[in-house]
């Protein structure tokens, strides 16, 4: 017979099995401490021997300040995306994780045997205000260098597709429109911002679609439910 220590181990074991099946899809975000520490390297690295980013339109877009309120709230609205989508549709969760991870790693790689960065920045700010702090804190945290594809960009795309494709999220048009404002917004701040020139966001946005083809179009399938054979199937349908 089994003591109270084995029974009570046996549950604990149980439990640790049964919570380790329903949320084994959440290692899939130990990607990001990988994208962090390859990220950090890479801005360590890139500091003034580089490839200088820069097309005509770049210089017809004014700084502006604002913007940064959108830019920063980009972080709350990546981390929403994929916490909602882990926790109520994992098929969403993984072709959202697909989608992120691809592009976030083809940025790594550019940015590691292709040097880059950008001189847009204003060397001054003719005003001061909260907004302008923001930024001051933004330029010295975060270096001009490492810029395509935007990962700001490429990954607000990828949160609105998710949404838009979520069963549930798609048909409150509320949620929808906000997405939609907030992923434009976020967009137009990397630009405003000077944080980004118009050719990251045009490369950002190619990435998008090309991964959009991939995860979405084509049908890519992540669904936990086993597949059955193709003999099943057809005795099935007789």
């Known amino acids: 017979m089994k003591g109270k220590g084995d029974c009570a181990m046996e549950r604990f074991k149980l439990r640790f099995r049964n919570l380790y099946e ?9 990607y990001f401490p990988v994208y962090l520490i390859w990220f950090a390297y890479v801005e360590k690295t890139v500091t ?16 502006c300040e604002y913007f940064i309120i959108p830019y920063l709230l980009w972080f709350a609205y990546v981390a929403f995306g994929i916490i909602y989508m882990a926790f109520h549709n994992k098929s969403d969760y993984y072709r ?10 083809v940025f790594l790689i ?3 045997i292709y040097p880059n960065g950008h001189f847009l920045r204003p060397s001054y700010f003719t005003h001061h205000n ?3 702090m923001l930024c001051e804190f933004l330029y010295s945290s975060d270096t001009a260098t490492n810029l395509f594809p935007s990962i700001h960009v490429y990954n607000s795309i990828g949160i609105h597709l998710a949404i838009s494709h979520n069963e549930k999220l798609r ?19 990397t630009m405003f911002l000077k944080q980004h020139s118009v ?21 890519l399938s992540f669904s936990s439910q086993p597949h059955k054979s193709r003999s099943k199937l057809s005795m099935e349908q007789r």
């Not at 959202?96 to 790693?105: D, K, V």
């Not at 409150?172 to 701040?189: G, H, Y």
């Open 130 to 132: 909260l907004c302008t």
């Open 22 to 30: 329903k949320y084994k899809h959440l290692l899939l975000l130990l």
């Open 171 to 189: 048909s409150n048009k509320t949620i929808q429109l906000l997405s939609l404002v907030l992923m434009v917004s976020i967009i137009l701040a």
């Open 110 to 112: 550019v940015s590691t």
């Open 48 to 63: 003034t021997r580089f490839h200088v980013i820069h097309v005509a339109l770049d210089d017809y877009i004014p700084f």
């Open 199 to 219: 050719f990251d966001v045009c490369t950002a946005f190619l990435l998008a679609y090309v991964m959009y083809r991939v995860v979405y179009r084509r049908g």
């Open 96 to 105: 959202l994780c697909a989608f992120l991870y691809t592009g976030m790693t």
